[in-house]
């Protein structure tokens, strides 16, 4: 069995889960910081272990083009390749591919598109992103899938998701990986009997896991909540549910309050190399003149490697000299963030009192605005 569902909570679709990978068990709701290039940016592969990281997400389309798939499936694989012996999800390189606009064109087929780092072309096909993703070796794979833009018209919408349910099938047909999980991806857009109609074949296709994809990409927060709240229902409670993209922690707490499982996201360890640390009370810019003599830490209640050792005066002059060591410390509060506050989800579901933490964070998290 993949997915335990240890409890649920009473008053919101919340649950407590324990998900088994090839090299680790994991309880859920949990965030996987990303690790673009087979590297979370700024970090050493200790430190995240010590923050207590147990699940990255790597980036196919990435790896693909620089080193190659088969260099790293030389090397052994990429938990090899990187030394980190904990898990590790892949994306298809799907959302890439789909990002690049006018450098790519969409058959049934696959994806024709020219790399962004040396303008060669490539032909993405399902079968490709499995290969990659098995040459790579990671825990969890995904299929590949068209991500339609918001806004989108319904036809553009439906017809990116009829081609992910098919491409989902043949990457289901292709996979062969026994040691590797593979989850389809809902999608369907800001259409609910699409996004419905999505879910319900992805679930015919009986995969061990499901990612929620095409949220999360400039449309207003209620609407997206309003298509978990459609999704969620019909994906069974047996199977996690990956909500892709998303790490904020307003909008982690609104999605496990609707029943989402997994996360991940640039936003923790991109806002750190660029001076912005979440605290107790909402973010804070580090460069900000304020800070110039603030002597404390970052957060007063923070227990992670910089809060118990550096001021926001040092922090605030390390970024201010563009000292690499900068981004290293930022990136290391903001994932350690990150990390306690998905604990503490996790004990509140618990100890049945998720409702009662989403407030009280809520509370805090929304009173200090910075001048």
């Known amino acids: 069995m993949v997915f335990e569902l240890i409890k649920a909570d009473k008053n919101t679709n919340a649950r407590l889960g324990k998900l088994k990978l090839a090299h680790i068990e994991v309880e859920t709701p949990i965030f996987m910081p ?139 047909n292709s996979h062969t990986r026994r040691d590797q999980l593979l989850f389809g991806i809902i999608q369907g857009g800001f259409f609910p009997d699409l996004r419905k109609k999505s879910a319900h074949e992805m679930v015919g296709l009986d995969f061990p896991g499901y990612g929620i994809g095409g949220l999360s990409v400039g449309e207003p927060k209620e609407v997206m909540y309003k298509m978990l709240e459609e999704v969620t229902p019909i994906i069974p409670k047996t199977k996690p549910r990956y909500l892709m993209g998303v790490g904020e922690p307003v909008t982690i707490l609104e999605a496990v309050e609707r029943g989402v499982d997994m996360f991940d996201c640039v936003l923790p360890t991109r806002n750190a190399r660029n001076a912005s640390v979440f605290t107790t009370y909402g973010s804070i810019s580090l460069v900000k003149a304020a800070y110039r003599e603030d002597f404390t830490p970052i957060d007063e209640t923070c227990e992670c490697y910089t809060c118990k050792h550096y001021t926001k005066a040092y922090l605030r002059h390390l970024f201010k000299a563009k000292e690499i060591l900068a981004s290293t410390l930022a990136t290391w509060h903001n994932l350690y963030f990150m990390e306690t506050f998905m604990k503490r989800i996790r004990d509140a579901i618990r100890e049945g009192r998720f409702l009662e933490f989403k407030n009280e964070f809520l509370r805090k998290y929304k009173t200090k605005k910075e001048e």
């Open 34 to 172: 990303v690790g673009t290039q087979a590297t979370v940016k700024a970090m050493t592969p200790d430190a995240l272990k010590e923050i207590g990281i147990k699940l990255i997400l790597s980036n196919s389309y990435h790896l693909y083009l620089r080193p190659g798939h088969k260099l790293i499936e030389r090397a052994g694989g990429l938990h090899r390749f990187m030394n980190w012996d904990r898990g590790i999800l892949t994306d298809s390189g799907g959302f890439q591919v789909f990002s690049l606009n006018s450098l790519r064109k969409v058959k049934d087929e696959g994806v024709l598109f020219k790399s962004h780092i040396d303008g060669s072309e490539h032909f993405l096909t399902p079968e490709l992103a499995v290969e990659i993703q098995e040459a790579l070796g990671s825990d969890i794979a995904m299929t590949l899938d068209e991500c339609a833009p918001y806004p989108a018209t319904y036809a553009h919408t439906e017809e990116a998701m009829v081609r992910s349910i098919k491409w989902a099938e043949r990457c289901k």
